[in-house]
C-alpha cells in the first residue's frame, strides 16, 4: 500500500478482555516500530522489529502486552486482559533500511484503543 | 539510556512571530536527529531531520541545527502561520536504530 495502515482505527473493549492491533507497512520496509500515545503525553516506545526479529522489546510495560511479525511485513499487538490504563492510542511506524542505517520513519494513523 | 527533553508548552504566539522550541538529548555515539509535527487529526509525519554535527535540517521555512557541543537540536521558525498550529516532536535513532521522542510540544498560533 502507500502508506502504513493500521487496523482497526478505534477499538471499544471491555476491562479484561483481550485485543490485537494490526499493522501492515509500507511494502519493503524491514524496520517496523510500535509505539504508544496516551492522552497529553509523548511517544512511548513499546517495540522494534527488524524483519521477523525484535532486538528491542525493552518497552513493552508488562508480560500482557506481546507482539510478532510474520513475512517480514504484518505485525501484530497483542494485549491480553485489558485494563483501563492500557487506553491510548498505539502508532506503528515502519521504514527502510539502508547501509544498516534506518532512513525516514513514516507513520500510521493510530489506532485509538479504549477499555471500558 | 538515551532521551530527548524538550521544551514544555503549549507555546501561544501570535500569526508572524518568531518561533522557538528546545530540545536537548542524551545519548551514546552520534545519533540521528529529526523534528515529526502532528497536525491535528493527522498522523506523525518527518519535518525535517540532521544526521551529524553541525548539519541543518529545514523543511516549510522550519530549521534545526546539530548541535555536538550542546547536545541540542533547537527547532525554529521566523515567521508563524496558523496553519503551524500543531504538536511538534524531537527525537533520535539511537545505536541499534531505535527511535526515542521527547514529549512534545504543543504550538498554537492566533491570527
Known amino acids: 500500500g502507500a502508506g502504513v495502515s493500521q487496523s482497526p482505527s478505534n477499538k471499544v473493549t471491555e476491562k479484561g478482555k483481550d485485543v490485537e492491533l494490526r499493522c501492515d507497512p509500507i511494502s519493503g520496509h524491514t524496520a517496523l516500530y510500535w509505539y504508544r500515545q496516551s492522552l497529553g503525553q509523548g511517544l512511548e516506545f513499546l517495540i522494534y522489529?527488524?524483519?521477523?526479529?525484535?532486538?528491542?522489546k525493552s518497552g513493552l510495560p508488562s508480560d500482557r502486552f506481546s507482539a510478532e511479525r510474520t513475512g517480514g511485513s504484518v505485525s501484530t499487538l497483542t494485549i491480553q486482559r485489558t485494563q483501563q490504563e492500557d487506553s491510548a492510542v498505539y502508532l506503528c511506524?515502519?521504514?527502510?533500511?539502508?547501509?544498516?542505517?534506518?532512513?525516514?520513519?513514516?507513520f500510521g494513523q493510530g489506532t485509538r484503543l479504549t477499555v471500558v | 539510556g538515551d532521551s530527548v527533553t524538550q521544551m514544555e508548552g503549549p507555546v501561544t504566539l501570535s500569526e508572524e512571530a518568531f518561533l522557538t522550541i528546545n530540545c536537548t538529548y542524551t545519548?551514546?555515539?552520534?545519533?540521528?536527529l529529526f523534528w515529526y509535527v502532528q497536525y491535528p487529526g493527522e498522523g506523525l509525519q518527518l519535518l525535517l531531520k540532521?544526521?551529524?554535527?553541525?548539519d541543518k535540517g529545514s523543511n516549510k521555512g522550519f530549521e534545526a541545527t546539530y548541535r555536538k557541543e550542546t547536545t541540542s537540536f533547537h527547532l525554529e521558525k521566523g515567521s508563524v502561520q496558523v496553519s503551524d498550529s500543531a504538536v511538534y516532536f524531537c527525537a533520535l535513532r539511537s545505536y541499534g536504530n531505535k527511535l526515542v521522542f521527547g514529549a512534545g510540544t504543543i504550538l498554537r498560533v492566533k491570527s
Open positions: 540532521a544526521t551529524k554535527a553541525d
Open positions: 511506524a515502519s521504514s527502510l533500511v539502508s547501509g544498516g542505517t534506518n532512513t525516514e520513519a513514516f
Open positions: 522489529f527488524q524483519g521477523n526479529s525484535a532486538p528491542d
Open positions: 545519548a551514546t555515539g552520534y545519533p540521528s
